[in-house]
């Protein structure tokens, strides 16, 4: 069965820090990859996603991740990160059969 | 446009108490789920579905019903409550494969 694994469970960093988040998946075929981002006390909304094409994608709020064949990797990047950022962290994974794997979350912490 | 709604937000059930958990979305989507949240866990697919009249399982089904008479309801029917059900529950759409799953704002559940 696929499975998507977050290797930081907790990070914390200070204002301007920059940020990198693991992402991998164990599924050998076309994927879809997904990152969440879940604000104190709020639904889950997307960050970015990646279907196919440019390997580096651009989300929203200056988040960027790469997805990498070989490594079976999703990181999620952000060069400099804010306090807004403080939130737990979501990387999913969509096969095609439309069920929508997710990893164990990662939360962030941004000290002022 | 209200997008996915759940009600309710907050709910404590003695164990052994039965309730449904409502789920409605006004995007016409055809995909909808079910997912329950527990801390360190991540998201676990509970049930899902592919449109009206459709329903599976999906990771951890156990001790939940669903049902999908329109395209815009997804209820989740708990039976019989017990403690291990105490989680955050959240109903997402999806308008069709390969495309961003919309949440709604998530029903925290409490069984005592």
């Known amino acids: 069965a696929q499975s998507v694994s977050q290797h930081n469970h907790h990070v914390i960093l200070s204002e301007a820090a920059s940020l990198e988040l693991g992402c991998n998946y164990s599924y050998g075929g076309t994927v879809n990859l997904f990152w969440y981002v879940q604000y104190p006390g709020q639904h889950l909304q997307l960050l970015l996603k990646y279907f196919s094409g440019d390997p580096l994608v651009k989300g929203i709020k200056g988040f960027e991740a790469e997805f990498i064949k070989s490594k079976f990797s999703f990181n999620l990047r952000k060069p400099s990160v804010q306090w807004s950022d403080t939130a737990e962290y979501f990387c999913?994974?969509?096969?095609?059969?439309?069920?929508?794997?997710f990893g164990t979350g990662t939360r962030l912490l941004v000290s002022p | 446009n209200a997008g996915v709604t759940q009600t309710p937000k907050f709910r404590i059930l003695k164990i052994g108490q039965s309730m449904t958990l409502q789920c409605t979305q006004d995007?016409?989507?055809?995909?909808m789920y079910w997912y329950r949240q527990d801390p360190g866990m991540g998201l676990k697919l509970i049930y899902y579905?592919?449109?009206?009249?459709?329903?599976d399982k999906g990771e951890v089904p156990n001790g939940y019903n669903v049902s999908r008479s329109t395209t815009e309801d997804f209820p989740l029917r708990l039976e019989l409550a017990a403690p291990s059900q105490t989680s955050v529950y959240f109903c997402a759409s999806t308008p069709q494969m390969n495309t961003e799953a919309f949440f709604g704002q998530g029903t925290r559940l409490t069984v005592v």
């Open positions: 995007m016409n989507h055809n995909y």
């Open positions: 999913a994974a969509d096969t095609g059969f439309q069920k929508l794997v």
């Open positions: 579905s592919v449109g009206a009249g459709i329903t």
